[in-house]
Each structure stands twice: as structure tokens, then as C-alpha cells.
């Protein structure tokens, strides 16, 4: 099922619009706001300014702790200390600086946001609303990436937005046939019949719980607990409006073994939410079987499918292509020490962090 970037966004207002985003996840501190001064909905998140924010919502999170955490886990010892290093004195700048007192538009909660064709929306008056709401606040958009973003990118650098580099996501675009013999033997995965296929329509008030046990096995204690901690409610909340797509596998006992939450707006479409069951043997290709459930969606939609950042190697031999992601940042006038902060962040992120993300293929 594809639906539009408006119908996503008023099933999200609908959901949230003026509460809390601890609503979603445990770690997620913000307020939520559904602007519409562009002509179209648009989610939009107020961080609050403190420590344990999830990566999602707080630049410092972003760019100190995750940045620190990660170069610890896939760089090599000679490189990963200094980096560390550099990562707190960075994180003592943006203290400083009071980065989190920041306006995230766009933001969904999600580590991927989808974003709308820029002619569909007033992007003038979209950021006139939120420069009026929040005067003294910065304003960033996440998640933009020069392959299909590229026309925001412009638009933004042209009204005085300065580009951060977060990370390397990988892209596959629509249109590609499903071949190459992983994706294929990946996608022979979805007819196994060691396990049950759990369709969209097949999920139960009780798999909610165990969904996001699944993702917090994978994407808090195997990755990060900087990652967002998603409630089974919101879960579940959001697949019956509609917001995410389930598809899922089970034992012949009826456990949940692992999932696919998938989010998609118009032409592009991305699955924020994957776990499986750590603890089951690497044999019985429970990664890769969840994964093939995102290729297939986008294969049967024709939609654009943004694999987000990780597991570069895997991508790959799937057909998916590198490509920097960023984040656009507008600072108020007087903020005149913030903006040199996030210029040296720019300066920092573009010219040391990308080239490592490509050398490594992070």
C-alpha cells in the first residue's frame, strides 16, 4: 500500500500533533507539532535541552555521543581513539553552544524521514511558521540526501541553511529488476516453510509487545541505546493507521521470530523498524529473510527503497549505492556563537567525516 506524504502526515497528526514524544519511545524528549504553514502537514519535533536524548531528535546526541560510540565500533583502534576524543571536545562545543535548543522539521521520530516533492509545499512559509513559533530556536532538517533530496538541498543552502554530514545510507532505486544472486536468494526466503509468514493483516493486540522487543534486541543492545526505544503502543498505533506495514515470520509455536515495520511516503519508502530474535542461529537467516520483506515491498510498489545507514557490505551486494546523507541548519541571527559552532561541525563533518564514511563505506 503507497499513500502520499499528506496522507502519512495527517495519520501522524492525528496520532500526536501537540504531545509528547516520549509517546513514541522512552528516549525520545520533545515536543510534537504538526505545521502546515508550508500547505502541507509537516511533523515537526522541539527537543529539550538535556543529556540522553535519542540520536533522532538531539544534534548533540548526533554528533558527540553516537559519533564517539560509532567510531569506537567500525574504525580501527589507531583512528577510532582520536576520533573519540575529538568527539567529546566536540560535544563540550555544542553544550556550549546549547545545540538541542533546536527545531527539527520533518522529523517523524524515525531514523530515516521521507521527504515530499519540494513543489508541493511552500517551503517559504513553512520555515516563516516555524521561525515565528520559535524565534530563538535553530531550525534543521534531517535526512537529506543529494539523490533524492538534491532540489531541497538547494532550496535550503540558498535561504542561508548550513549542511552538516550525519552519514552514508544506502539507495535502491525504483525500476532495478531483482537480480544478483543474493537479492534473489534472499527473496526465495519470503517462500520458506520452516517458518510461518505473518501478512499485514495477520498481526494480533499481543505481537505488538514482542515487535518491539525485537527491534530493541537488534537496535538497542546489539546496536546503540542511542537509538530511539519505541513503545509497543505507538507500535501498534501506527500500523493500524496505517503509518507502518508489518511482515513477519513464526515458529511452528507462533513466536515472532522477526519483523519488518516499513514506512513509506509517495515514490520512497524505508523500513525504520527491523528486529529478530539475537539468540536464534545465524543459520536460519533471520536478517536476511526481514530484509527481503523491504526489497520485495518496494519491488511490488515501484517505490524508491533508502536502506538507511549500516550493514554497508550487505547492501551492496544487493544492489543498493552509497550516498552521504545531511542535515540543513539555520541558525537566528543573534545566535551568533551557535552559528560558529555549527560551522565548524559543518567544516568538521564535510571535509573529515565523509571522506572516512567512503573510505570505510560506513
Known amino acids: 500500500m503507497s499513500r502520499s506524504y499528506r496522507e502519512q502526515a ?39 535541552v538535556g543529556r540522553g536524548n535519542a540520536w533522532v531528535c538531539s544534534p548533540r546526541t548526533t554528533y558527540a555521543d553516537y559519533a564517539a560510540e560509532e567510531a569506537r565500533r567500525l574504525l580501527p583502534p589507531w583512528q577510532a581513539r582520536p576520533l573519540s576524543m575529538l568527539c567529546a571536545g ?29 513543489d508541493q509545499l511552500d517551503l517559504a512559509g513553512l520555515i516563516d511558521e516555524a521561525r515565528t513559533g520559535w524565534p530563538d530556536h535553530a531550525l534543521w532538517f534531517r535526512s537529506l540526501n543529494p539523490v533524492h533530496d538534491a532540489d531541497w538541498l538547494t532550496a535550503l543552502r540558498a535561504r542561508g541553511f548550513l549542511l552538516v554530514a ?39 493486540e499481543t505481537d505488538y509487545p514482542r515487535i518491539a522487543a525485537l527491534y530493541a534486541q537488534l537496535y538497542l543492545d546489539k546496536y546503540s541505546r542511542h537509538n530511539p526505544a519505541y513503545h509497543a503502543t505507538m507500535l501498534r498505533d501506527w500500523h493500524r493507521r496505517g503509518l507502518l506495514q508489518l511482515r513477519g515470520f513464526r515458529d511452528d509455536d507462533g513466536q515472532l521470530l522477526c519483523i519488518a515495520g516499513m514506512f513509506g511516503t509517495g515514490t520512497t519508502m524505508t523500513t525504520p523498524i527491523v528486529g529478530y530474535d539475537t539468540s536464534r542461529p545465524q543459520r536460519l537467516g533471520l536478517y536476511r529473510t526481514l530484509t527481503a520483506c523491504g526489497f520485495d515491498e518496494a519491488l511490488r510498489s515501484g517505490r524508491h527503497l533508502n536502506l538507511s545507514a549500516g550493514a554497508a557490505g550487505f547492501k551492496r ?33 564535510c571535509r573529515l567525516g565523509v571522506p572516512l564514511m567512503r573510505k570505510y563505506q560506513l
Do not use: K
Open 90 to 118: 566536540v560535544g563540550r562545543l555544542l553544550d556550549a553552544a546549547r545545540i538541542d535548543r533546536a527545531v527539527s522539521l520533518n522529523n517523524w521520530g524515525l531514523s530515516t524521514n521521507l521527504y515530499p516533492a519540494l
Open 10 to 48: 495527517e495519520a501522524f497528526a492525528a496520532l500526536h500533533d501537540g504531545g509528547d514524544a516520549t509517546q513514541l519511545a522512552d528516549n525520545l524528549h520533545a515536543r510534537i507539532h504538526v505545521l502546515r504553514g508550508g500547505g502541507l502537514p509537516v511533523p515537526a519535533m522541539v527537543a529539550a
Open 166 to 204: 550525519s552519514r552514508q545510507v544506502y539507495l535502491r532505486e525504483a525500476g532495478l529488476p531483482a537480480c544478483g544472486r543474493d537479492l534473489v536468494a534472499d527473496l526465495r526466503l519470503l517462500q520458506r516453510q520452516d517458518l510461518r509468514h505473518v501478512a499485514e493483516t495477520a498481526f494480533v
Open 317 to 349: 551486494l544487493r544492489g543498493a549505492t552509497p550516498a552521504i546523507e545531511y542535515s540543513a541548519v539555520w541558525l537566528p541571527p543573534a545566535a551568533r556563537a551557535s552559528r560558529a559552532v555549527v560551522s565548524l561541525l559543518s567544516s568538521l563533518t
